[in-house]
């Protein structure tokens, strides 16, 4: 896999934990705040979150539990967990380095 | 009650809907905010599924993870679990520590015992042979008849035109060869081989290299191979060894190689192979079958294809034979495995004591099963409880297992000290010539059999209770108070009976092979081997040229030996009596036609003096005299067999003066006048009846038996009876030779003691190892009516209270308690009989002297298990009958 489709990847993945240290949402509601935070700057295909969450959920970072949405509707809630605070930690520490490195370059003062 | 993961997981049965039902969300909650934004509704649905991208895509891809994610959690479940019940059960046995220790012995016996059998097999027969393509390698002899014998030079020959073999190689094994190194030779056992020998076993020298074809031939055959014992043992492994020159037999040889360690299978295989080179004259001695051959069979060549292949060879052979003395139909050919011919008897026997190691075993596991049922009542209640909060039956069961099999890798790992001792004891007391047997050692194909068996054996006696105590009786057993109730019962009498059944058929096997050896050890052997010493010497052929000779030097040997202080007589002889190797002839007497079959018998050359010494008695006539010398009358003596089988009708006594044809010189007189008659000895093996013999002067030895025999005879001295006296024999009898030639090597002298020993070796094995397994399993099944019977009055103290308070004598009680006992006993009693009479049968062919259904041994060991079973209910019974009648007032 080429590190660029990697660093997307993580940085989708770190988002998506960020989203989640507020407290449980459903995929909905996390896309619409990445939208939101973001101002429609990522444009990535709303879909394209729901694979990661489950990837996540699969490697134990979320955790999801079926709930009630604000409308009355039957959602399945992701909850962040340790191990996935860690993980976003990590990624955070990570993109850090990364922007550090590639900051000069492409930003010259 | 269920914890939380109880309903998600049984809605997450299918991530399809899952991942169906929560992307349907998000286009909905999409569509409505774009809704809102003013857009219809056909509008927003569609750019709602623009902005979601492929969604046959994404949900395709959500299956997979969500259905890994699922795998995962049941996996991490199950492990977690696991871990759970591993350490609960090792708090709970080490809670209960009397049961656990009673437990873990008992298994650590069955499994252990077992464990140690393994290990022999495993070595003698379940390995292959350290060589490649070991199945491919075949013996080839001929028959006669249908009887086996030896290959002569020609048939060799014949052999190797078979196609279904592509090597072929003969072999003169157990050979005595003189090795000189510095000033004192030294008898060795060797080989002469053919060049193919080796390549026939695949066998490749571990230094240097093995003798080529035309090395293997006369006048050229001055080289040799030693096997990496001797290399160790004569040259201390030093790589020099090979180039060197060394004398073997009188003349100089040089080592071309060494063999690897591999190529000695047993204590007393070939040091040392010589070129067998082979001059043309053998290619026609027909009447000289002496060799061994061996072959490689063609890959995919079965052994019926060898064998219907080599049978053509054979006659196409035996047609070239100047004068038959059979009908062509009667030569015939046999081909057998190589691993077979080897260790084909030591597994059988191996074999039976698995058996027999195997029902210790499953006693083991009665008992075990038993423990456990007991344990399992006594903690009804918890289980209940337990059941009661919503552990499912099966999850009860698992946490019940897995405690068995926590005992069971205890027990194992116990078992693996039971199994290094009763494999020392095994080493111990089996016959030296197994091959193979002393590599069995503790290694890991040993520890994983051992562990195996362990996890088996925890099956088997844990799942029966376990499953038994996850029954749900809830309401009852909390009713109860946990006393358990009565129908419980009924499992373990079956279970002793099953012991007591499996003990029976051990001891009956155990007892008959044990009575066997018995009577074995008491067979007389029809010679008196106390105080006797016997040595092989090889004249080389260098310094004892021709018979003359040869018989002169062995003359002096024995008038020399006779001089030796202490020594009462002193004689020669072909053959030691038991020492497994013989000669046979057909004999013929004089006026008597032939039939079909003609007579074999047994073949000695023995000195005057040879009787006395072995003290066998003369039935009628004279011993062999020193004036029957080679200038003299053909005579001989015959044992009392050879007389009945020649002359039916009339008395051994009247054979006196009669002639027999038999071991004839060349140009010589066909016949041979008996002069004398002796008693039968066993000479084969003490299980076998004596055969026919006869006896011929060395003296009047035909020239072309020397060669045969490698000038090789027999002395035997006598010495005082007592015990000891034989072997200090070995040092003046060594010093005599000497002085009559100082350069010939004594080969280890053997008392006639020893030779008694070796034959009895396999029933002092059998003796030792079912003695000993027989009494495990008596203590074991003792150990099982105890605790059974012991079990039954806890369970009764209040019935017995009961009973004593309304006037029950304690005799009484003790006769309630004894029925209720003794009856799986006698059941077991009847099921083992019935048992043994059927598994005797296998055994049949190593019994001697008693029938396989021997009422002695089916009586005495029934009577030994009743009092064995009686004494293991007498605590308990006592017990109930001091039981005090005020507990019938308590406890309820």
């Known amino acids: ?109 | 009650m269920s914890r939380r993961p109880r309903w998600p997981r049984l809605w997450r049965a299918s991530v399809e809907d899952e991942v169906e039902s929560e992307l349907a969300f998000h286009l909905e909650m999409t569509t409505r905010e774009l809704m809102e934004q003013g857009m219809s509704l056909t509008n927003a649905r569609t750019e709602a599924e623009r902005r979601f991208g492929d969604s046959a895509a994404i949900n395709a891809e959500c299956r997979r993870y969500g259905a890994e994610r699922d795998r995962r959690a049941v996996r991490a479940e199950y492990l977690d679990e696991l871990r759970q019940d591993a350490t609960f059960a090792i708090r709970q046995l080490l809670r209960a520590r009397g049961f656990t220790i009673v437990a873990v012995l008992t298994l650590a016996l069955g499994i252990g015992a077992t464990a140690a059998v393994f290990s022999a097999l495993d070595a003698v027969a379940l390995r292959p042979l350290p060589y490649a393509n070991a199945d491919r390698i075949v013996v080839v002899h001929p028959t006669r008849k249908g009887e086996p014998t030896d290959p002569s030079p020609p048939e060799y020959l014949g052999y190797q035109a078979v196609p279904a073999f592509d090597r072929v190689a003969a072999a003169v094994l157990q050979a005595g060869i003189t090795l000189r190194l510095g000033d004192v030779p030294e008898m060795i056992g060797g080989g002469h081989v053919t060049a193919d020998y080796f390549a026939v076993f695949g066998a490749h020298p571990l230094l240097g290299r093995t003798f080529t074809a035309d090395e293997d031939s006369p006048g050229r055959a001055n080289v040799a191979v030693i096997s990496y014992r001797l290399w160790m043992s004569h040259f201390n492994g030093d790589r020099a060894a090979v180039g060197r020159t060394v004398e073997i037999d009188g003349t100089p040889h040089t080592i071309l190689g060494v063999m690897p360690k591999a190529f000695d299978l047993t204590s007393g295989s070939e040091d040392i192979w010589t070129p067998i080179a082979f001059s043309s004259d053998d290619a026609t001695k027909y009447g000289e079958h002496y060799l061994k051959v061996y072959a490689r069979l063609r890959p995919g060549v079965t052994l019926e294809q060898a064998r219907a292949a080599t049978i053509p060879a054979e006659r196409a052979v035996a047609e070239r034979i100047p004068q038959h003395t059979l009908k062509l139909t009667e030569y015939g050919a046999d081909v057998h495995r190589y691993r077979d011919d080897l260790v084909g008897a030591y597994q059988s026997l191996l074999l039976v004591l698995l058996g027999a190691v195997s029902f210790v075993l499953l006693i083991a596991c009665g008992n075990v099963a038993n423990l456990l049922l007991a344990r399992a009542s006594a903690r009804t209640k918890e289980l209940a409880i337990r059941a009661a909060l919503g552990a499912g039956r099966g999850r009860i069961v698992r946490q019940l297992l897995t405690e068995s099999l926590v005992l069971a890798v205890t027990g194992a790992l116990a078992g693996l000290a039971v199994a290094y001792g009763l494999l020392r004891v095994i080493l111990a007391v089996s016959p030296e010539d197994i091959p193979r047997l002393d590599q069995a050692t503790i290694d890991w194909r040993v520890l994983a059999f051992t562990l195996g068996t362990g996890m088996v054996s925890a099956v088997f006696f844990g799942l029966l209770p376990a499953v038994r105590a996850a029954r749900p009786q809830l309401q009852q057993t909390l009713r109860e108070g946990g006393r358990g109730s009565l129908t419980r019962d009924r499992l373990r009498p079956v279970l002793v009976a099953a012991e007591v059944a499996l003990a029976i058929t051990l001891l009956v096997a155990s007892g008959l092979l044990i009575r066997s050896a018995w009577k074995m050890q008491h067979v007389d052997p029809g010679f008196d081997p106390r105080g006797v010493l016997t040595a092989r010497l090889f004249l080389p052929e260098a310094h004892y040229p021709t018979p003359a000779t040869i018989i002169n030097g062995f003359s002096a040997i024995r008038d020399e030996a006779a001089r030796i202080p202490g020594v009462s007589s002193a004689a020669l002889t072909s053959v030691v009596p038991l020492s497994g190797s013989s000669m046979q002839s057909s004999v013929e007497a004089e006026g008597r036609p032939i039939d079909d079959k003609s007579p074999q018998a047994n073949l000695r050359f023995a000195s005057s003096g040879y009787f006395a010494t072995m003290r066998i008695p003369f039935i009628a006539g004279r011993d062999i005299a020193t004036s029957d010398n080679a200038g003299a009358p053909g005579v001989m003596v015959i044992n009392e067999a050879l007389a009945r089988m020649l002359w039916p009708e009339s008395d051994p006594r009247e054979a006196i003066g009669r002639n027999i044809a038999g071991v004839a010189p060349k140009n010589g007189p066909k016949y041979r006048s008996v002069v004398g008659v002796v008693a039968n000895i066993h000479d084969g093996a003490l299980s076998e009846k004596p055969a026919p013999e006869f006896y011929i002067p060395y003296t009047q030895t035909p020239e072309l038996i020397w060669p045969l025999i490698q000038r090789s005879l027999v002395v035997v001295v006598r010495g005082p009876s007592t015990k000891g006296a034989a072997e200090a024999l070995a040092r003046p009898l060594g010093r005599a030779v000497a002085r009559v030639d100082a350069s010939l090597p004594l080969t280890e002298a053997k008392s006639l003691d020893q030779f008694m020993r070796a034959s009895l070796a396999t029933a002092r094995m059998n003796t030792v190892l079912l003695s000993l397994l027989g009494g495990i399993a008596l203590v074991l099944a003792m150990v099982g009516i105890y605790g059974v019977v012991s079990y039954f009055v806890n369970q009764h103290v209040h019935e017995i209270g009961v009973r004593l308070a309304l006037g029950a004598t304690p005799g009484l009680i003790w006769g309630f308690v004894m029925r209720r006992g003794l009856l799986p006993i006698i059941a077991g009693l009847a099921v083992g009989i019935t048992l043994s009479l059927l598994t005797t049968s296998l055994i049949r062919q190593q019994l001697f002297g008693v029938t396989a259904h021997d009422p002695l041994t089916l009586g005495g060991v029934g009577s030994l298990l009743l009092v064995i079973a009686v004494l293991a209910m007498y605590v308990p019974a006592r017990r109930a009958m001091r039981v005090p009648p005020i507990i019938a007032l308590n406890e309820s």
Do not use: C, N
Not at chain 1, 90 to 96: P, S
């Open chain 1, 1 to 109: 896999m080429p590190p660029s489709k990697d660093r997307l990847h993580g940085t989708l993945d770190a988002l998506v934990l960020k989203t989640l240290t507020f407290g449980p949402r459903h995929g909905y509601a996390i896309v619409r705040w990445l939208r939101e935070q973001t101002h429609d700057a990522l444009s990535v295909e709303e879909g394209s979150v729901y694979p990661a969450l489950y990837r996540m959920e699969r490697d134990g970072w979320i955790e999801s539990d079926w709930g009630t949405s604000e409308l009355g509707r039957k959602a399945k809630f992701y909850q962040i967990t340790d191990k996935g605070r860690r993980q976003l930690r990590a990624e955070t520490k990570e993109f850090a380095t990364f922007v550090q490195a590639v900051a000069p370059l492409l930003l010259p003062a």
